[in-house]
């Protein structure tokens, strides 16, 4: 009998850090039954329903363990999400020491796969002469950024957004410095130094994979394997369905049934984007100036656009913040969520035309997967980097534009809406999205390069037993 062969894994916080290597897992784990996995959770206060919910669907050979939680009371006052994330993986350090010791004395553990942030912990794997990854829940352009890094801020004087030319990254489209990762953008801030702090570490693992794949970032991914460590593209890795969905989430794909084919825009904004009060007015009225159908996820207003990203905002209906009369002008034409929506089950149905999405790299991969093509409207973290990389780079998404307030007016995403749904431009990027879906789809068959990166990994370690 083929002996079991164990490893680790480390999310970060939050559920688009803690889903990304769940589901790594459980490819890894389906593929190569012989395999078992320990997830070691860090937690900050207690986890949302829908991380709970992805919980409940791991297979027998993926256990998983919460480390003792940090108290979110107990976090400096006004933490910004990085410092927020940085202080409980810090909380959660000595108890993942103990915890990996402890079981390492039942069963030896070959590796230790863990989120960027939490890259310190790789001195764990060393001490107990495992292999040690991070698992880079990004793209390949942005795992790029992290690497040039040190070397960005040790050549540039002024802050990036002031360079007169866009940054050309090995491999990568090129970026101008105000696209950068918003916690790039004030190099005196905290996470700005954290980051940088985290990135020089990422030279101490064994290799590092990305949740991309070869067709689809073939420059920075050729570009990064020049270099040490090693990059192991697995992606695209995504959930196959959404599985936290409550009544109105039924509902709303109930309505979607209703929907002619390709008709429908579906807007949403990850797991816990925000808009300020005067955007969430400007984009209502352009989806109705629009006159096309729309399926939205609304949250409340924030100043903050990262506001409902580690805590949900479950004490307020965020509906009551849209322009008077919109609800009842477009009951037939429009479906609207509070909060949350059943993501999976919406990009994979039939009625779905168009993606406007705030960009986060699993929303992506997802609509990739899909083919739905995409309106680009970033937010923060590296969203505005991958929406250059969609618009400018792979000529998948259309970026709107914002004016000198940074908001996007109604006439701007009107003008959108009809340009992606409706015009020849929108028809290209359909083509285009089509063929990403296919060379997608290629990657994680049986013999696609995703498919073969993950196998190379597994006999590597296979052979640690
Ligand atoms: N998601 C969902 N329903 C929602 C909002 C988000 O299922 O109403 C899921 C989405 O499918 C994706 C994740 O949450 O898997 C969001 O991750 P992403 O990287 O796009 O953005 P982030 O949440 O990190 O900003």
Not at 183 to 201: A, E, G
Request: hydrophobic share 40%; proline share 6%; aromatic share 8%.
């Amino acid at each position: 009998m083929e002996k079991t062969v164990h490893i680790a894994v480390v999310p970060g916080v939050g559920y688009s850090h803690l889903v990304p290597i769940l589901h790594f897992s459980k490819q890894l784990v389906q593929h190569h039954p012989d395999f078992h996995v320990t997830c070691f959770i860090p937690t900050l206060g207690s986890l949302s329903s829908a991380s709970k919910s992805i919980l409940e669907t791991l297979p027998s050979n993926i256990n998983y363990t919460f480390l003792p939680p940090l108290n979110p009371n107990d976090l400096p006052q006004g933490s910004s999400v990085i410092e927020s994330i940085q202080l409980t993986i810090l909380h959660s350090l000595p108890y993942l020491n103990q915890a990996l010791n402890s079981l390492s004395l039942r069963a030896p553990l070959v590796a230790l796969v863990v989120d960027p942030l939490a890259v310190k912990a790789l001195v764990f794997a060393k001490e107990l002469n495992m292999l040690s990854y991070i698992y880079s829940p990004v793209s390949a352009t942005t795992l790029s950024l992290s690497f040039y890094l040190p070397k960005l801020d040790e050549e540039t004087l002024c802050e990036f957004k002031d360079l007169p030319k866009p940054i050309k990254l090995p491999g990568c489209v090129p970026l101008h410095g105000r696209d950068l990762s918003t916690h790039l953008q004030d190099r005196s801030s905290q996470d700005y130094k954290h980051f940088l702090q985290i990135v020089k570490l990422y030279g101490i693992a064994d290799g590092i994979l990305v949740n991309s794949f070869l067709e689809m970032e073939r420059g920075p991914i050729k570009a990064l394997n020049e270099g040490n460590p090693s990059v192991y593209p697995v992606g695209p890795i995504i959930q196959t369905i959404t599985s936290y969905v409550d009544a109105k989430g039924l509902e709303c794909l109930s309505w979607l049934d209703k929907q002619q084919s390709c008709s429908v825009l579906y807007v949403s904004f990850g797991s816990g984007g925000t808009l300020s009060q005067e955007q969430i007015v400007e984009l209502a009225l352009g989806l109705e100036l629009s006159n096309h159908k729309f399926l939205w996820v609304v949250r409340a207003p924030s100043s903050s656009v990262n506001a409902a990203y580690l805590s949900a905002q479950n004490d307020v209906d965020p509906l009551q913040f849209l322009p008077s009369g919109f609800l009842e002008r477009n009951k037939e034409k429009g479906f609207v969520i509070p909060s949350w929506a059943p993501q999976i089950q919406i990009l994979s149905h039939r009625s779905i035309g168009g993606f406007l999405t705030h960009c986060g790299w699993n929303s992506i991969l997802e609509s990739v997967v899909h083919g739905v093509p995409i309106i680009t409207w970033p937010l923060f973290a590296e969203q505005k980097m991958n929406a250059v990389l969609l618009s400018e780079g792979m000529k998948v998404g259309l970026r709107p534009k914002v004016n000198e307030n940074d908001i996007v007016e109604r006439v701007e995403v009107a003008k959108v809406i009809k340009c992606l749904m409706e015009g020849e431009e929108g028809e290209n990027l359909r083509k285009k999205m089509k063929e990403l879906k296919e060379a997608a789809s290629n990657a994680v068959k049986e013999d696609g390069s995703s498919t073969k990166t993950i196998s190379q990994l597994a006999l590597k370690w296979k052979k640690l037993v």
